[in-house]
């Protein structure tokens, strides 16, 4: 599945070692577009993990996997990201309004003396 998305917040990193060794997961929260925008956990894992693309405020593509599990009688559902790049879309989300340039219009030209003359009386 794939996603288009805006970073709006970077959890902090976990870490931890288990069976296969050390591990690391780093949990984003992005918010969708459209008139009922959604917020999403999504876990990146290992080194799909890059810094410099995760910072707030980015519009990302997200492909990613979700799954549920069961622990004691509860399900818990992941979302679970395989690959994250910018997002070559454009986006309504805080863009900025378009200037707009309005031209002044030429100052009339100065008055002459026979502009003067023309007076009735």
Do not use: H
Request: proline share 11%.
């Amino acid at each position: 599945m794939q996603l288009t998305a805006k970073l709006t917040q970077v959890l902090p990193l976990e870490t931890g070692i288990g069976r296969n060794g050390e591990w690391k997961k780093q949990n984003i929260i992005v918010e969708t577009d459209g008139q009922y925008p959604k917020k999403i956990c999504v876990s990146i894992w290992g080194d799909k993990i890059n810094p410099a693309l995760l910072q707030s405020g980015n519009l990302l593509t997200i492909d990613f996997d979700i799954e549920s599990r069961e622990f004691n009688g509860k399900w818990y559902t992941d979302v679970k990201a395989w690959k994250i790049e910018p997002s070559n879309e454009v986006s309504n989300m805080k863009m900025p309004e378009p200037s707009v340039n309005y031209a002044m219009p030429e100052p009339p030209p100065p008055p002459s003396a026979s502009d003067f003359d023309d007076l009735p009386f």
